[in-house]
């Protein structure tokens, strides 16, 4: 069966893949070796190809111009590699599907806590620590949550075709914490857990790339950078732009705690819906991330 | 010695080998033409110089003494050339990119040579054998199966037979190798995540994968009943136990070889100067993989001693090949099917092979 997945996907026979690895992924016959195949074939359906998006990630444009406040081509190399239109496609759902296969890719030994774990099935939880998943898992990550970031930017961002500059705000979509909470796609705080994931992998694999690959992931990692903290700074302060709130105890609006811990938890793409743990800094968390794109990807003022 | 044969058959029904992956299936070291042709059949009927290397109880057979000088052998894959292009863009100037063109094909060669000492139911052999190969697959996070392995080593066996009388149709035969080997490398699968770590020092990364020369020493049992049912009419059974328990180097980085039990028979019949033999043989029956893979037909057609057609089907997918011998000299030619995967039909391939000779009798 494995060998018969492998043939599959070398010959892009997505659907079988998916099918067939499903039923093993589904089973206590379930590997590591299962899970990154399982991935792959959602992957496969997505058109994710590493080399080809390492080569297209390592020649992208992360110039940052200058101005008040200054923007970054980041969303446009992210919107131009991963372009998407349709409202609904099976692209994001096999990115989504993807990204919870790979965070089930634990290392043996690896102790999950209930608050970093993410359960699947009886056979496979997913770990929404770094440490705790495979060096290949956090590889491939990376490169699906980017997938997933592009994608999701072209669809909700309308980038103009030639230029990439945007020309829908983020926030006409998902213009507060209740509309994110009300989001029946849940694409925005899967928006927000690509930018996480891709951190997370950026700010390692950018320790061990070399060449035009490293210097795009450092370019990469400084705008994610942005992003979280306008997160972070939506949670405790209640606004983006005004550091993180621990000088203004009486502006700290989540506390640090609540902040951090949904910092944390939105690695996992439904945090934001997870009534039984604490959503609500979650979506603040979500809503600033999605200021800080818009005051950053150059286009409609 | 119908009972050697049957407890032979039990102690080798309760031996266990190890799964291994359908690649180092072919990492014999002589990978003969004449047997490839043939649909890679030799346990059952071991007739020839190379019965060593496929079921030393042939030994028994050989009545001459002989030197060859050079043995000589060359093998490739149909995608080498199908995908030569691709190929070579990708060596003129490497980037990961490139390989992507060679997703899913077989890429490899492989060549050795040999020197054989050949006594009546003696040979002694030193051989060396170097394999390279490229596979990959999964284009969204591609795996690359990387070969490079590189063999030589001093091969020796011999055999006895017995009859009952000598005239007697019967004779039983049984005979051993042993082998001091030196390797270094194998075959690996390397993923995308360790080949970014590699891209600093892609030589020193790639040198700790493949490791040092270590040495081993392996045995090989074999034992052949041959009948012969008129004058110009043999019938051949057989079986072999081959690295007896695994041969295993010390390093864990090269490949060891794992133990294979063999069994099969051949018919071969004289037609006024010419020869006409088939045979069949199942091959690893210890191994883990499908029951086709196991499996092996073939035949050969002689005109007098100087030319054959051969022909057959190796793991259920067709062989066939040619042998030209002009005095001392031996050319011969196959093209064989292949599983690469260890359940037909998902992955094979075609591969060719040449080998020369020249050998001296005494």
């Known amino acids: ?293 818009d005051g950053t990807w150059a286009g409609v003022p | 010695m119908i009972r050697l044969f049957a407890l032979m058959s039990l102690v080798f029904s309760v031996l266990q080998a190890p799964s291994v992956d359908a690649r180092e299936q072919g990492t014999s070291l002589v990978r003969q033409a004449r047997s490839k042709a043939m649909g890679g059949i030799g346990v059952g009927m071991a007739d020839d110089d190379f019965a060593m290397f496929n079921n030393p109880a042939g030994l028994a057979g050989n009545e001459l003494s002989g030197w060859r000088p050079l043995y000589f052998q060359l093998e490739g894959t149909l995608d080498d050339y199908l995908y030569f292009a691709e190929l070579t863009d990708v060596t003129s100037g490497f980037t990961l990119d490139k390989l992507n063109a060679l997703m899913g094909k077989d890429i490899g060669g492989r060549t050795g040579g040999m020197t054989m000492f050949m006594l009546p139911h003696f040979h002694l052999a030193y051989l060396a054998d170097t394999q390279v190969s490229f596979g990959q697959y999964n284009p969204v996070n591609p795996i690359y199966q990387i070969g490079a392995m590189i063999t030589h080593g001093v091969q020796l066996g011999a055999a006895w037979s017995y009859k009952r009388g000598r005239r007697a149709p019967d004779e039983f035969r049984w005979g051993f190798a042993g ?71 010390p390093d864990i980085r090269t490949q060891s070889i794992p133990m294979a039990l063999n069994a099969g028979f051949g018919f071969k019949r004289n037609l006024n100067g010419s020869s006409f033999s088939i045979g069949m043989d199942y091959r690893n029956i210890l191994l883990s993989t499908a029951l086709s893979n196991k499996l092996h037909f073939g035949g050969e057609f002689g005109l007098g001693k100087v030319f054959f057609l051969r022909a057959g089907l190796n793991q259920l997918r067709a062989s066939y090949g040619a042998e030209f011998n002009f005095w001392l000299l031996k050319i011969g030619a196959a093209s064989f099917g292949e599983e690469l995967d260890s359940a037909y039909g998902i992955s094979s391939t075609r591969r060719f092979v040449f080998d020369m000779s020249l050998g001296i009798a005494i």
């Open chain 2, 179 to 249: 082998k001091f080997l030196f390797r270094k490398g194998g075959f690996y699968e390397i993923g995308t995540t360790s080949i970014l770590q590699s891209a600093s020092d892609p030589q020193t990364y790639f040198a700790g994968v493949i490791g040092e020369f270590g040495t081993a020493l392996g045995g090989d049992l074999g034992a052949q009943y041959v009948r012969k049912i008129d004058y110009d009419t043999t019938f051949y059974l057989g079986s072999s136990l081959q690295d007896i328990a695994g041969t295993r180097f």
């Open chain 1, 1 to 293: 069966m494995i060998a018969t997945i492998r043939s599959n996907l070398s010959s892009f026979n997505c659907a079988s893949a998916v099918e067939k690895s499903e039923s093993l992924f589904n089973s206590r016959y379930v590997t590591n070796e299962i899970r990154m195949l399982h991935a792959s074939s959602y992957g496969c359906l997505a058109g994710v190809q590493l080399i080809p998006l390492m080569t297209a990630v390592g020649s992208g444009d992360y110039t940052v111009v200058a101005g008040v406040p200054p923007t970054t081509k980041f969303f446009n190399t992210m919107a131009q590699i991963f372009p998407s239109s349709a409202i609904v496609d099976a692209k994001t759902q096999s990115l989504q599907k993807m990204q919870d296969v790979l965070q089930s890719m634990i290392v043996p030994g690896a102790v999950l806590s209930d608050f970093d774990s993410n359960i699947i099935n009886p056979y496979n939880t997913g770990s929404l620590l770094y440490r705790d998943r495979t060096d290949d898992a956090n590889t491939l990550l990376m490169f699906s949550s980017m997938a997933l970031f592009g994608t999701l930017l072209s669809r909700y961002g309308d980038p103009d075709p030639s230029s990439y500059d945007q020309r829908k705000k983020i926030l006409d979509t998902w213009s507060n914490e209740t509309a994110i909470a009300n989001d029946v796609t849940k694409n925005a705080c899967s928006f927000a857990s690509s930018v996480l994931n891709m951190y997370d992998g950026v700010s390692v694999v950018s320790t061990v790339s070399s060449g035009a690959l490293g210097t795009a992931l450092l370019a990469m990692q400084a705008a994610l950078d942005t992003i979280i903290s306008a997160g972070m700074q939506k949670c405790r302060n209640g606004q983006v732009g005004i550091g993180d709130g621990d000088d203004d105890p009486t502006n700290d609006r989540y506390g640090e705690t609540r902040c951090n811990n949904a910092k944390s938890r939105l690695r996992y793409r439904n945090a934001c819906h997870e009534t039984d743990r604490d959503p609500q800094p979650v979506r603040t968390f979500v809503h600033g991330m999605m200021i800080a794109i």
